[in-house]
């Protein structure tokens, strides 16, 4: 069983990496609320588009990283090299095949799903440039898996940093024109998170080079291509892969109704979500050091305290949130200055910012114990809770914002409502399913 320090130790890492990791979205969303309203909506809607093609990437990696954090946990450290390096092939591969895609086809898809031809064009302009992340990104979430997965998570810090810093100064140079750059807009903020993930995937690749002792890893050596490998990790992670997808698809369902509400509305959306975002970090990076570390207890041989440490880390996820959602409904206005000088448009996200204050509460406890069933190794009962939820979660939004019309503060109830659904079911699958002794 863990220790307080011992799970603090593996997640605090994680939490900075994800800082970073979302400092990209912030930072485009602060500089570009500073902009115009037409350029902050934009970024909301090419940002999540990016987003939903990353995830299939991200859910091949968590496959990688449970069969890395098993491998760890049964000390077959050799093991581990051939799932990071066959991984990373295959994830490099669907970059390639998924930018050229969304190269040829995302000027008629954006016109599908966005109706103001001003949001289109600027959508458009951005998308079109931030797509070329692919190329880095989807190497970057293999290397986070490996270092996850082998609970040497400090790096991710470094690495957090890094990226954090190229992406904020490039933000402010590319975006204003000010450094002696010229004066991008909104497609300089799509550059500016392209120079960063690829300062990330430099940084891996130097660290590891260096830094860890290949051998034991089983690191230095490539070898063939091996269809076996990339098929045992994604027996794992096609399920995982879905899930994430759809878990950010239900978020652009979301935003395709706000944005028929018009720009205002989605203005407020999109800084309401940034700031949800951040507050999601601590709670995304418990849930990630729950994933691994149910992994490695099953892997040890500890199946029967997994349940204990759920427990446990959920607790402290909702304290760590309680904390962060008093500090939001204390100074609502400071934390809504850093998106927008506009004091309207402040004032209008503060009932949004609210609900979700409220929706937080209740996902820093879920996501804990639906994540330990993808650590468990059960992917497969992931992406079928998943799916029930989010059907529930787009009928609702689809009425309440698409048909109804309702303001933005109504339509994000739906992420409430989502929350209870997903610890109940999750709940429900630890206590009474067959899942202690699933081989992976």
């Given at each position: 069983?863990?220790?307080?320090?011992?799970?603090?130790?593996?997640?605090?890492?994680?939490?900075?990496?994800?800082?970073?990791?979302?400092?990209?979205?912030?930072?485009?969303?602060?500089?570009?609320?500073?902009?115009?309203?037409?350029?902050?909506?934009?970024?909301?809607?090419?940002?999540?588009?990016?987003?939903?093609?990353?995830?299939?990437?991200?859910?091949?990696?968590?496959?990688?990283?449970?069969?890395?954090?098993?491998?760890?946990?049964?000390?077959?450290?050799?093991?581990?090299?051939?799932?990071?390096?066959?991984?990373?092939?295959?994830?490099?591969?669907?970059?390639?095949?998924?930018?050229?895609i969304?190269?040829?086809?995302?000027?008629?898809?954006?016109?599908?799903?966005?109706?103001?031809?001003?949001?289109?064009?600027?959508?458009?302009?951005?998308?079109?440039?931030r797509?070329?992340?692919?190329?880095?990104?989807?190497?970057?979430?293999?290397?986070?898996?490996?270092?996850?997965?082998?609970?040497?998570?400090?790096?991710?810090?470094?690495?957090a940093?890094?990226?954090?810093?190229?992406?904020?100064?490039?933000?402010?140079?590319?975006?204003?024109?000010?450094?002696?750059?010229?004066e991008?807009?909104?497609?300089?903020?799509?550059?500016?998170?392209?120079?960063?993930?690829?300062?990330?995937?430099?940084?891996?690749?130097?660290?590891?080079?260096?830094?860890?002792?290949?051998?034991?890893?089983?690191?230095?050596?490539?070898?063939?291509?091996?269809?076996?490998?990339?098929?045992?990790i994604?027996?794992?992670?096609?399920?995982?892969?879905?899930?994430?997808?759809?878990?950010?698809?239900?978020?652009?369902?979301?935003?395709?109704a706000?944005?028929?509400?018009?720009?205002?509305?989605?203005?407020?959306?999109?800084i309401?979500?940034?700031?949800?975002?951040?507050?999601?970090?601590?709670?995304?990076?418990?849930?990630?050091?729950?994933?691994?570390?149910?992994?490695?207890?099953?892997?040890?041989?500890?199946?029967?305290?997994?349940?204990?440490?759920?427990?446990?880390?959920a607790?402290?996820?909702?304290?760590?949130?309680?904390?962060c959602?008093?500090?939001?409904?204390?100074?609502?206005?400071?934390?809504?200055?850093?998106?927008?000088?506009?004091?309207?448009?402040?004032?209008?996200?503060?009932?949004?910012?609210?609900?979700?204050?409220?929706?937080?509460?209740?996902?820093?406890?879920?996501?804990?114990?639906?994540?330990?069933?993808?650590?468990?190794?059960?992917?497969?009962?992931?992406?079928?809770?998943?799916?029930?939820?989010?059907l529930?979660?787009t009928?609702?939004?689809?009425?309440?914002?698409?048909?109804?019309?309702?303001?933005?503060?109504?339509?994000?109830?739906?992420?409430?409502i989502?929350?209870?659904?997903?610890?109940?079911?999750?709940?429900?699958?630890?206590?009474?399913?067959?899942?202690?002794?699933?081989?992976?």
């Amino acid at each position: 069983m863990y220790t307080n320090k011992e799970i603090w130790n593996i997640t605090y890492p994680i939490f900075l990496g994800l800082l970073a990791q979302n400092v990209i979205n912030v930072t485009d969303t602060a500089f570009l609320g500073h902009l115009n309203e037409i350029a902050l909506g934009a970024s909301a809607m090419g940002g999540l588009l990016y987003i939903c093609v990353y995830t299939i990437a991200f859910g091949f990696s968590v496959g990688s990283q449970i069969l890395i954090a098993r491998r760890n946990g049964e000390r077959n450290f050799h093991a581990i090299g051939p799932i990071m390096w066959q991984g990373s092939a295959f994830s490099f591969a669907m970059a390639l095949l998924l930018l050229l895609i969304m190269y040829a086809g995302a000027k008629p898809l954006i016109r599908l799903l966005i109706t103001s031809d001003s949001i289109f064009e600027a959508t458009y302009e951005f998308f079109s440039w931030r797509i070329w992340g692919f190329l880095f990104a989807f190497i970057n979430v293999m290397f986070r898996a490996f270092y996850i997965g082998i609970t040497k998570t400090k790096v991710l810090t470094i690495n957090a940093i890094t990226m954090a810093a190229v992406n904020v100064f490039l933000d402010y140079a590319m975006i204003f024109g000010k450094c002696g750059f010229p004066e991008l807009g909104i497609r300089g903020a799509a550059l500016a998170s392209v120079i960063a993930e690829a300062s990330s995937l430099l940084f891996f690749t130097i660290f590891t080079y260096y830094k860890i002792d290949r051998k034991k890893y089983g690191l230095n050596k490539f070898g063939r291509f091996d269809v076996k490998m990339v098929g045992r990790i994604l027996h794992i992670s096609n399920f995982t892969m879905i899930q994430y997808f759809l878990s950010m698809a239900i978020w652009f369902v979301f935003f395709m109704a706000i944005e028929r509400l018009g720009e205002r509305q989605l203005a407020i959306a999109n800084i309401v979500r940034s700031v949800y975002v951040v507050l999601f970090i601590p709670v995304q990076s418990l849930a990630t050091t729950a994933n691994t570390l149910v992994s490695n207890l099953i892997g040890s041989g500890g199946t029967s305290k997994v349940l204990q440490l759920l427990n446990k880390m959920a607790r402290i996820s909702f304290i760590i949130m309680l904390a962060c959602v008093m500090l939001c409904l204390l100074f609502p206005h400071t934390i809504l200055a850093v998106y927008t000088n506009d004091m309207a448009l402040l004032q209008d996200s503060v009932s949004a910012l609210y609900v979700i204050c409220i929706a937080m509460l209740l996902a820093s406890v879920a996501n804990i114990y639906f994540n330990g069933i993808s650590g468990t190794g059960n992917t497969q009962a992931a992406l079928v809770l998943e799916i029930s939820t989010q059907l529930f979660y787009t009928l609702y939004i689809i009425t309440i914002g698409m048909l109804l019309q309702a303001p933005v503060d109504v339509c994000f109830t739906t992420e409430i409502i989502y929350y209870i659904l997903m610890f109940t079911f999750s709940f429900i699958y630890l206590k009474k399913a067959k899942w202690q002794n699933k081989k992976i």
